[in-house]
């Protein structure tokens, strides 16, 4: 199908960067876009066809009515239309108002961050779970301060393990808070983000907000609460278990972590990886699974995060390729090795059994 579709001035701003809106419209609906002084021609199948032109009049009354679009928001909102048939720009940007975290509106970038926040609203335990500048924290902590601003809880609790990047820092200075502040910077950022700095610390002040690792947690319940566990990937099973059982009523918990971040030590079991495999058909426990489409940070961090999963997919066939390798051309056993070694063999002498006992 081949249409044309006039455009009103000031819509430029529609076509993005260096047109990157463009051609993310051409290669996630497979229409070839054609801007002319006046009109745009489209020419694709005809049901992506009429989705563009839609997307065109939703974006043209969207500015008439005042709407400005920040830095990114507008492709973060193609992103979701176009990956979702279901979902339109007028219904993403109109939702985005209607939802108010604190100092301003948020609304979600891809169709991911959408389910995640519908499933936040719809369930008591969600568990997000995807690689970093995807906006689990973020929006976690949005839909916590909501809910404390709505008054459909008393409390917000944000936790998450004291565990280093690969660092060992030592004994920290201060106070018991001011030790462990640093471990849950990213909590506060992202607090400070939705309230004023003074009303947040007025809120932490009466407990209102309570910011805590998990090793804090243990023997309590935590009713009428909103509970964040944060970069739980680096949560053993036990604290895992621990800290999923501390849910109480009138109480919604929303676990995120990214499985390839993980700074447990060797050989202890990540508590997240095993609750995904213990709870994947609990009912009442939701998943939502991100990407890296789902990156709302810096386009960098995007394809860095590809760049890293190729990387490991190559190193992990290569290394299955060189253990069936290995085990192909290995040699047999003699008889010799194969024979069970005598209780006595190797001893030299009494002097060797005291020393072993």
């Not at 920040?70 to 007028?90: P, Q």
């Not at 609460?225 to 944060?230: G, H, K, Y």
């Amino acid at each position: 199908m081949r249409l044309t579709v006039p455009i009103p001035r000031g819509i430029e701003s529609f076509f993005g960067t260096r047109d990157e809106n463009l051609r993310l419209i051409e290669s996630g609906l497979g229409v070839t876009v054609d801007v002319r002084s006046d009109s745009v021609n489209l020419d694709g199948e005809d049901r992506q066809v009429h989705r563009v032109s839609q997307l065109l009049d939703d974006y043209g009354s969207i500015i008439k009515q005042g709407h400005v679009f920040k830095d990114g928001e507008l492709n973060g909102y193609l992103k979701v239309v176009v990956n979702d048939a279901e979902v339109r720009l007028r219904t993403l940007v109109d939702s985005g108002k209607q939802r108010s975290f604190g100092k301003k509106p948020l609304a979600p970038k891809t169709v991911n961050q959408r389910r995640y926040v519908e499933a936040i609203e719809r369930h008591d335990l969600v568990f997000g779970i995807g690689p970093a500048g995807t906006g689990k924290t973020y929006l976690a902590v949005a839909m916590a301060v909501s809910a404390l601003l709505a008054k459909r809880v008393s409390r917000i609790i944000l936790t998450r393990p004291a565990v280093e990047a690969g660092e060992r820092l030592g004994f920290l200075p201060g106070t018991l808070q001011e030790k462990i502040d640093p471990y849950l910077r990213p909590l506060y950022d992202a607090l400070f983000d939705m309230l004023d700095a003074d009303r947040v610390e007025r809120l932490i002040e009466k407990n209102t907000i309570e910011v805590a690792p998990i090793a804090f947690m243990r023997g309590r319940t935590l009713n009428d609460a909103f509970i964040i566990i944060d970069e739980a990937q680096n949560s053993t099973r036990e604290q895992m278990k621990m800290i999923l059982t501390r849910l109480g009523f009138n109480s919604r918990m929303v676990v995120t972590g990214d499985l390839t971040q993980i700074d447990l030590p060797t050989g202890v079991r990540c508590g997240l990886m095993e609750a995904a495999e213990v709870l994947k058909n609990c009912e009442g426990v939701t998943f939502v699974q991100f990407d890296e489409k789902d990156v709302v940070r810096h386009s960098l961090v995007q394809r860095i995060v590809k760049a890293y999963d190729r990387y490991n997919e190559t190193m992990g066939t290569a290394r299955q390729l060189t253990l069936k390798l290995d085990t192909q051309h290995a040699p047999a056993p003699s008889a010799a090795s194969s024979a069970p070694a005598s209780p006595t063999e190797g001893w030299t002498g009494a002097s060797d059994i005291a020393a072993t006992l």
